[in-house]
């Protein structure tokens, strides 16, 4: 991403239309923002308003999961752009991601790229994170991945 | 919480009397502050000294499970209480909340705003955060619930 | 630590050799500098290259589990010297500890501890962090820990 283009545009370049913000399923808010960074709540994986459920290992194939993981991404740019935040990201800093796994599935790092790759392709360099990714019985409404972000985000 | 009131004085209002700050139960610190931020360890469930065991979707109710979630929350106000922080709360950033869960307990949301609204009620505005929760299969001492923080503190 | 004492010195007191920095195994990057914290991603136990797998309450004994736990942390001293930042270090300020663990393995605060320990080892009072241990069903490539950090910098 050049200086020049928007984060807007960069988004068309590629593509990508962002889902609406999901409203929090519970007391809280989705974007705080305190001495320029933004703590984004974990975001679940909604693909046409549709929550995409499973287990990875059980009934979510490593191309379903890295989708619900690129989801969980958008739905994090979302949130931003919500917040009026999204033109301002000044550096990708990190990304937990949740991942609903069987015991014996082992590729967390593979479904976790699917946001992962989302970060670099919108936000080029700036969007090159520190990332843990750990495998999880069950997550929120039996959600397939969860991610949430911390952002650093350019004063006006 | 109008400005004029303390935290204290809040607490008095809800009829709410913090624990004694439980000590960590290994080689680290309950909170470390830096830059204005605190950040605290994850608490575990103590009701009158007594841990809150079991699992979610097992043996521990919805409503049991919120209580957890609510109890880690206040053992959060004992140990910025113990650090001298209480009165300084500018922010409550983020709850980061792990739920002891079956396979097949979805509702994490529900029981993570036990510490949830615990935190708009003590800090109101001031209280709200962002947040992840997910089911973990097992937390330490058999806990039902941890739940960590990130909240920023004003200077003195 | 005495003020006067380099990082490298201390290590080399304690006869602790860091490992070769292991680069991500997805779409990350080890570190994040901003704003004087440095954020490096979740960390995998390797011992002499090899990854230690398993889980804790099965196959792994928590001799070995708190050995992983402290080759995790060895792998964050190691991305923080090769990015430059170990002698830089103004204070570790959280450790987030996955524990991989049967559903009655409950001594995860004693696994992390091998992180923990190792910071203090270190850094001495610079090394008391924050910290969250809990239990997972699985990490990616069948690791037994995995150990993410939050550690603040002193500028140069």
């Known amino acids: 991403m050049t200086a020049s283009t928007s984060v807007a545009g ?8 962002l889902p609406a913000a999901a409203a929090p399923i519970a007391s809280y808010v ?24 499973g287990r990875l290992g059980e009934d979510v194939s490593l191309e379903q999961g890295t989708a619900a993981a690129r989801a969980c991404g958008l739905m994090i740019l979302a949130q931003l752009e919500a917040a009026g935040l999204l033109e301002r990201v000044e550096r990708v800093v990190k990304l937990g ?60």
């Open 97 to 156: 991601a949740f991942i609903s796994s069987t015991a014996d599935f082992t590729d967390q790092p593979v479904v976790a790229n699917g946001a992962s790759d989302l970060m670099s392709e919108v936000f080029g360099e700036a969007g090159k994170h520190a990332r843990s990714a750990v495998g999880v019985p069950v997550l929120p409404r039996g959600a397939a991945v969860e991610v949430d972000a911390v952002v650093a985000i350019r004063a006006d």
């Open 10 to 17: 960069r988004l068309a370049e590629l593509g990508i239309t």
């Open 30 to 53: 989705p974007v705080v923002v305190h001495g320029g960074i933004a703590t984004i709540s974990g975001q679940l994986p909604f693909v046409d308003g549709q929550l995409m459920t």
